[in-house]
Structure formats: C-alpha cells, structure tokens
C-alpha cells in the first residue's frame, strides 16, 4: 500500500505535464440548468483545450493511465466566464467527480456550462479564454 501511493501520485504528475505540454487541461464538464434549483446534468470528465473565447472538449473514460476516448469533441464558443473564487463541487457528488476540483461556470453558445479543473489548471484556462 505504501508503494501504490507514491507511485499513483508520479503517474498522475506524469499525465499533468504532458497534457499542459500540448495545452491541454483535464477536466469535467456539464450543462447548467438555470431553471432548476440545483445545477442540472451529470459530469463529463474529459480534455479541454483552450483559444480565445473557444473552448473544446474532447470526453474520456477510463482510469489513470488508461482514458480512452468516448464520443466526438464539442466546441463552445465561450462569451464570459466567473472568477474562480474556490467554489468545489457538491459533497453528494464525491462519487463521481474530485471534491477539491474548482467549479467555475461559462456562459457559452449552447447554454450555460459549469466547468471543474485543479485551480492552477481553472486560472491559465481562463487565462486562455480572454474572456
């Protein structure tokens, strides 16, 4: 057990800096209901890559080490974002996405989107955005 620790946490740095070295952040996406009380939709865990005002998601599926792709990439063309003011996504939600991820949401071309990235990754993506 003392060996898998380390050894995830070398993994996980590995495919971080890979995906930053294209330009790439990892994480989840859903669409936001503004009509219900609760933000609407599952999360869908993914890549995005970022340009001005475009963002486009490619899905994932799979463990670390092992994503495989799932489905074609959505583009949206992204008219503003929030801040990041260190929103994390519901506790009843552990079981499907990272509670310590960032939740930031964009105002996009299809509807509002909440989006949940590591807060570095939340800040040079809006960075990207220009929004």
Same mark, same amino acid.
């Given at each position: 057990?003392?060996?898998?620790?380390?050894? #995830?946490?070398?993994?996980?740095?590995?495919?971080?800096?890979?995906?930053?070295? &294209?330009?790439?952040?990892?994480?989840?996406?859903?669409?936001?209901?503004?009509?219900?009380?609760?933000?609407?939709?599952?999360?869908?865990?993914?890549?995005?890559?970022?340009? #001005?005002?475009?963002?486009?998601?490619?899905?994932?599926?799979?463990?670390?080490?092992?994503?495989?792709?799932?489905?074609?990439? &959505?583009?949206?063309?992204?008219?503003?974002?929030?801040?990041?003011?260190?929103?994390?996504? &519901?506790?009843?939600?552990?079981?499907?996405?990272?509670?310590?991820?960032?939740?930031?949401?964009?105002?996009?071309?299809?509807?509002?989107?909440?989006?949940?990235?590591?807060?570095?990754?939340?800040? #040079?993506?809006?960075?990207?955005?220009?929004?």
């Amino acid at each position: 057990m003392l060996v898998q620790i380390p050894i #995830s946490v070398i993994v996980r740095r590995a495919i971080s800096r890979r995906h930053a070295s &294209r330009g790439e952040v990892e994480c989840a996406v859903r669409p936001l209901d503004t009509s219900a009380a609760e933000p609407g939709g599952k999360w869908q865990h993914g890549v995005a890559t970022a340009s #001005s005002h475009e963002l486009t998601f490619r899905p994932r599926r799979g463990s670390i080490g092992v994503r495989t792709p799932l489905g074609s990439p &959505r583009s949206f063309l992204v008219s503003s974002t929030t801040p990041d003011t260190g929103v994390h996504p &519901r506790l009843r939600e552990a079981w499907f996405i990272n509670p310590g991820l960032h939740v930031i949401e964009l105002r996009t071309s299809d509807g509002p989107v909440s989006l949940a990235a590591r807060a570095s990754d939340i800040t #040079s993506l809006i960075a990207r955005l220009a929004c």
